[in-house]
Structure formats: structure tokens, C-alpha cells
């Protein structure tokens, strides 16, 4: 950023970034002001279009985290304790049934899997 630019102390940078900044949140939220417009959440009565839902109606909705809540009880609860969740390139992460080692073993094992098929692309089309 621009505190690495020799010359200009760290204030200084810290100032240009917050002011870059500034203009980066302008141009993001114009991208989002097209990209999820307000109609799809209103509904014509007649001449005008109105919210689907009032004003505390959404507001309650948005403060509410009763699924984060219960996505965390989900995950956790040791009924849970033998699904598998699948992380990088399929491998599996997660899986309370086996240990540590097993795990960095599959990730290895999966690595060298996409090395071979890598090398064997390149080799095709050389």
C-alpha cells in the first residue's frame, strides 16, 4: 500500500490509504446498489411499489440469529461426531474418527494426487 512507498512516513500513509479507501467503499457500493436492487424485495399496490415487509419487521429479521444459533448446535452436538465435512480438493478435513496424522496423511496423499495429474497435462500438451 502506500506506506511502502519510499518517502512517506507511516501517518502519511496510513491518511492516503483511508483516503483511498474512501473512494474504493463509493465505487463498491454503487456495484451493489445495481447489483441487488430494492424491487426484488417490494411488491406493486397499484400505482407504487411498496416493501414486502415493514420496516421492523426486516430489521427484526436481520437482528435475529436464531439460525446462527442453531447451525452451531447442529454442527457441534456429538451426534455429529462421524460426518465427514469436505475441505480442499475433497479431502476430508474433518472426520472425528480418525486422527491428526491420518488427516495431514490424506492431505498429502491428495496433493501428490493433483501433482500427478499436473504434470501429466503438462507433458500432454508440451
Known amino acids: 500500500?502506500?506506506?511502502?512507498?519510499p518517502g512517506v512516513t507511516r501517518t502519511e500513509g496510513e491518511?492516503?490509504?483511508?483516503?483511498?479507501?474512501?473512494?474504493?467503499?463509493?465505487?463498491?457500493?454503487v456495484l451493489h446498489f445495481y447489483g441487488f436492487p430494492s424491487k426484488d424485495y417490494e411488491r406493486r399496490e397499484g400505482d407504487r411499489e411498496v416493501?414486502?415487509?415493514?420496516?421492523?419487521?426486516?430489521?427484526?429479521q436481520v437482528l435475529n440469529v436464531s439460525d446462527v444459533v442453531q447451525d452451531t448446535i447442529d454442527n457441534f452436538h456429538p451426534r455429529n461426531s462421524g460426518v465427514e465435512?469436505?475441505?480442499?480438493?475433497?479431502?476430508?478435513l474433518l472426520k472425528m474418527d480418525?486422527?491428526?496424522?491420518?488427516?495431514h496423511r490424506r492431505i498429502e496423499e491428495?496433493?501428490?494426487?493433483?501433482?500427478?495429474?499436473?504434470?501429466?497435462?503438462?507433458?500432454?500438451?508440451?
Open 1 to 5: 500500500a502506500v506506506i511502502s512507498v
Open 15 to 29: 491518511i492516503y490509504n483511508n483516503f483511498i479507501l474512501c473512494f474504493e467503499m463509493f465505487f463498491f457500493s
Open 51 to 60: 416493501p414486502i415487509l415493514g420496516f421492523w419487521t426486516a430489521l427484526s
Open 85 to 92: 465435512i469436505e475441505g480442499f480438493g475433497g479431502v476430508n
Open 98 to 103: 480418525f486422527s491428526k496424522d491420518e488427516a
Open 110 to 126: 491428495d496433493r501428490k494426487h493433483k501433482a500427478r495429474i499436473a504434470s501429466q497435462y503438462v507433458i500432454e500438451h508440451l
